[in-house]
């Protein structure tokens, strides 16, 4: 990990030209930084209009300053930041000043990080920054908002807090070996472990929620050549992005398109038709399409509803990934618009059964549009919950099967120590390193 102790800089905008660039300091050595730059230090907290100047007196630039004094500042720590006109060179004349100044450029992530350490912000509000930042729909920078205010890590301390009152009762009973305790029989610990476990359930679902919304759902469209898969592409979309004919082996390249599903991040991802004996192009077009197969969180297996052998494809699709048939070309066929459990029928020429396909896709993804309520959680954080939960559930099976209290209150810690991991009240500089390198510079 970098060092807490030095003054850091970094501009805060992004690099190029614009308005205005933000120029951000944190660190011990702020207050003697603005004297020099600015002649004085600044009222806190209130922008004032100043020049900039190195420390031989020569301008620089001319505009805002803003000074925090630790510890009301983001970082924990004093700040200073820098409204200057937008232009690079104007950004690194400044920043070389302030270097010259004592004072080292920032790593990515660095000011983020100061904040966790200074107990400003929990690991999951921190993430939330960088999610709010690449949010790619309205809801996903909703959700973003709603971690960083707190709404997922009160939730996780919630749990937490159910697991300590778990853990203080057995640890309790487990203390006074002299009176014989029957675990099994005390109803109040029963009922506690049930409501923990359903505590379990529910987070767990949200959480998976928002992974979607943070990740998106990437779906892969296959199936036989000519079946349609590039004409539903387009139909989802509501572009024209992939050339859809008659001719069997047109697509021959993955196209990827992102569409917006209410709300839902969906990456649609159109491949070569699958069939033996393709030429080499398509050859190479099928390769790609089983590649991509490997990234699909859900398959749609396109069929042609006038072929009466669509249902043999010539190719495995993956196992635990889930995959909806998909019966195109239902304008053409005498079937009727029956859906099969999991499967749906439609027209990708007339638009027919889309609305049924749009809903197949939000329930897979398990995407309910749960607007207010909704958070946004990353991978690692349901690796940490999934973890919490099966420690949970090995200390209700082993309290079930041995009917002692010991191997509970065990499971238990195990549990409580996982959930700690999502917010970071237990981490390790391993952790903190791979989360905070994620974030640009300046941030
Ligand atoms: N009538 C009708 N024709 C369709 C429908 N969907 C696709 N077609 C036609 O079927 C032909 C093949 O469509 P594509 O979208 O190119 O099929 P594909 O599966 O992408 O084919 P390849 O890229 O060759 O694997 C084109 O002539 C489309 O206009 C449909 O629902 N109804
Ligand atoms: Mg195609």
Same mark, same amino acid.
């Given at each position: 990990?970098?060092?807490?102790?030095?003054?850091?800089?970094?501009?805060?905008?992004?690099?190029?030209?614009?308005?205005?660039?933000?120029?951000?300091?944190?660190?011990?050595?702020?207050?003697?930084?603005?004297?020099?730059?600015?002649?004085?230090?600044?009222?806190?907290?209130?922008?004032?209009?100043?020049?900039?100047?190195?420390?031989?007196?020569?301008?620089?630039?001319?505009?805002?300053?803003?000074?925090?004094?630790?510890?009301?500042?983001?970082?924990?720590?004093?700040?200073?930041?820098?409204?200057?006109?937008?232009?690079?060179?104007?950004?690194?004349?400044?920043?070389?000043?302030?270097?010259?100044?004592?004072?080292?450029?920032?790593?990515?992530?660095?000011?983020?990080?100061?904040?966790?350490?200074?107990?400003? +912000?929990?690991?999951?509000?921190?993430?939330?920054?960088?999610?709010?930042?690449?949010?790619?729909?309205?809801?996903?920078?909703?959700?973003?908002?709603?971690?960083?205010?707190?709404?997922?890590?009160?939730?996780?301390?919630? +749990?937490?807090?159910?697991?300590?009152?778990?853990?203080?009762?057995?640890?309790?009973?487990?203390?006074?070996?002299?009176?014989?305790?029957?675990?099994?029989?005390?109803?109040?610990?029963?009922?506690?472990?049930?409501?923990?476990?359903?505590?379990?359930?529910?987070?767990?679902?949200?959480?998976?929620?928002?992974?979607?919304?943070?990740?998106?759902?990437?779906?892969?469209?296959?199936?036989?050549?000519?079946?349609?898969?590039?004409?539903?592409?387009?139909?989802?979309?509501?572009?024209?992005?992939?050339?859809?004919?008659?001719?069997?082996?047109?697509?021959?390249?993955?196209?990827?398109?992102?569409?917006?599903?209410?709300?839902?991040?969906?990456?649609?991802?159109?491949?070569?038709?699958?069939?033996?004996?393709?030429?080499?192009?398509?050859?190479?077009?099928?390769?790609?399409?089983?590649?991509?197969?490997?990234?699909?969180?859900?398959?749609?297996?396109?069929?042609?509803?006038?072929?009466?052998?669509?249902?043999?494809?010539?190719?495995?699709?993956?196992? %635990?990934?889930?995959?909806?048939?998909?019966?195109?070309?239902?304008?053409?066929?005498?079937?009727?618009?029956?859906?099969?459990?999991?499967?749906?029928?439609?027209?990708?020429?007339?638009?027919?059964?889309?609305?049924?396909?749009?809903?197949?896709?939000?329930?897979?993804?398990?995407?309910?549009?749960?607007?207010? %309520?909704?958070?946004?959680?990353?991978?690692?954080?349901?690796?940490?919950?999934?973890?919490?939960?099966?420690?949970?559930?090995?200390?209700?099976?082993?309290?079930?099967?041995?009917?002692?209290?010991?191997?509970?209150?065990?499971?238990?810690? +195990?549990?409580?120590?996982?959930?700690?991991?999502?917010?970071?009240?237990?981490?390790?500089?391993?952790?903190?390193?791979?989360?905070?390198?994620?974030?640009?510079?300046?941030?």
């Amino acid at each position: 990990m970098t060092n807490m102790l030095d003054t850091i800089v970094a501009a805060a905008t992004p690099p190029g030209v614009g308005g205005v660039a933000i120029v951000r300091v944190s660190g011990d050595k702020t207050e003697q930084i603005a004297r020099t730059l600015l002649g004085s230090l600044p009222e806190p907290r209130s922008a004032t209009f100043r020049t900039f100047k190195n420390a031989v007196g020569e301008k620089l630039d001319a505009g805002l300053a803003l000074y925090f004094p630790a510890p009301a500042s983001f970082t924990g720590e004093s700040v200073l930041e820098l409204h200057g006109h937008g232009g690079p060179l104007v950004v690194s004349l400044l920043v070389e000043a302030i270097v010259g100044e004592g004072c080292r450029r920032a790593a990515p992530g660095e000011f983020s990080q100061r904040a966790f350490l200074n107990d400003k +912000l929990d690991l999951v509000q921190a993430e939330a920054i960088v999610d709010l930042i690449n949010a790619g729909t309205t809801q996903a920078a909703r959700a973003a908002l709603r971690s960083l205010s707190g709404a997922f890590s009160r939730a996780v301390e919630a +749990l937490a807090a159910q697991l300590i009152r778990l853990r203080l009762h057995v640890e309790a009973a487990i203390d006074f070996p002299e009176e014989e305790i029957d675990f099994l029989s005390d109803d109040l610990l029963l009922g506690r472990l049930q409501e923990c476990a359903d505590a379990f359930t529910l987070l767990r679902e949200q959480a998976k929620q928002g992974r979607v919304l943070r990740d998106g759902f990437q779906v892969v469209i296959v199936g036989k050549p000519n079946a349609g898969k590039s004409s539903l592409l387009n139909l989802l979309s509501g572009q024209d992005a992939a050339i859809v004919t008659e001719i069997a082996g047109t697509t021959r390249d993955i196209l990827r398109e992102q569409i917006d599903i209410d709300g839902l991040a969906v990456e649609l991802v159109d491949t070569a038709g699958l069939r033996e004996n393709p030429d080499r192009i398509e050859e190479e077009g099928i390769r790609r399409a089983r590649q991509a197969l490997h990234g699909a969180d859900a398959v749609l297996w396109i069929q042609d509803a006038t072929d009466a052998n669509a249902e043999q494809l010539d190719e495995p699709l993956p196992d %635990g990934v889930p995959i909806t048939v998909v019966r195109n070309k239902i304008d053409l066929s005498e079937a009727t618009m029956q859906s099969a459990e999991g499967s749906v029928c439609m027209s990708a020429k007339t638009g027919q059964g889309l609305d049924a396909l749009r809903a197949q896709i939000r329930r897979l993804a398990g995407y309910q549009n749960q607007g207010e %309520g909704a958070f946004t959680a990353r991978k690692r954080h349901l690796q940490a919950l999934d973890s919490a939960a099966e420690h949970f559930q090995a200390g209700r099976t082993a309290l079930e099967e041995t009917r002692a209290g010991e191997l509970l209150a065990e499971e238990l810690r +195990l549990s409580h120590q996982a959930l700690g991991e999502i917010t970071g009240a237990v981490s390790s500089d391993e952790l903190l390193g791979r989360i905070f390198s994620e974030f640009c510079i300046g941030k």
